[in-house]
């Protein structure tokens, strides 16, 4: 069975703190999604990579293939930052969930002022 | 541009009761799928289809029936509804083929009684 795993599952940090959630994988992928999701529930798409390291704006993603390991970072984090952030994976072969992503459980971070 | 839209936002239905879930895109991807969200569990994939008159079906589909017949409209529908139904609803869509960025509609949240 295809695994995602997401640590913390919660985070709680000072304004200011930088910030990492990690996300470990058991076979080989096609690509991994960093979401977020509001409050409010909506999720939103921040990164997708199949190799290296992608950055927009105090948000950076990487993702090492060899050891199934992919990590999000914020720098000088900020209260509107909180939310849950969730990994999902694409296997290759159609895997995943039958030609869909595998998703984490998700890492709850607040970020307090 | 709306992006992915579903109706309704809210629902509360009773046990036996049918209903169907809208999910709308303008953005002409060929890809669209609906997923389930229950607390403590990533999201599920239910249906997905890769274009107009192609579904199939994902990790969790019992219960639940999809169709598309345009490009632009994927609803799910609840045959006879249940309360382990009871969920938060989200559709998806990207353009076709592996590692393809997700857009996320906002989600519904359906109680069954």
């Known amino acids: 069975k295809n695994e995602v795993e997401q640590s913390p599952q919660n985070l709680t940090a000072q304004e200011g703190e930088f910030i990492t959630i990690n996300c470990s994988y058991s076979?080989?992928?096609?690509?991994l999604h960093w979401l977020q999701q509001h409050p409010g529930g909506g999720i939103v798409s921040l990164f997708m990579l199949s190799s290296g390291k992608k950055k927009h704006g105090r948000l950076i993603a990487t993702i090492n293939i060899q050891e199934k390991h992919s990590s999000l970072h914020i720098t000088a984090s900020h209260p509107r930052d909180s939310a849950v952030y969730i990994c999902a994976v694409r296997y290759k072969m159609g895997g995943g969930g039958a030609d869909g992503l595998t998703f984490g459980k998700g890492t709850h971070l607040i970020i307090q002022p | 541009n709306a992006g992915v839209t579903q109706t309704p936002k809210f629902q509360v239905l009773k046990t036996g009761q049918s209903m169907t879930l809208q999910c709308a895109q303008d953005?002409?991807?060929?890809?669209m799928s609906w997923y389930r969200q229950d607390p403590g569990m990533g999201l599920r994939l239910i249906h997905y289809?890769?274009?107009?008159?192609?579904?199939d079906q994902g990790e969790v589909p019992n219960g639940y029936n999809v169709s598309r017949s345009t490009t632009e409209d994927f609803p799910l529908r609840l045959l006879s509804a249940a309360p382990s139904q009871t969920s938060v609803y989200f559709c998806a869509s990207s353009y076709s083929g592996r590692a393809r960025e997700q857009f996320f509609g906002p989600g519904t949240r359906l109680t069954v009684l």
């Open positions: 076979v080989g992928i096609s690509a």
């Open positions: 953005m002409n991807h060929e890809y």
């Open positions: 289809s890769v274009g107009a008159g192609i579904t």
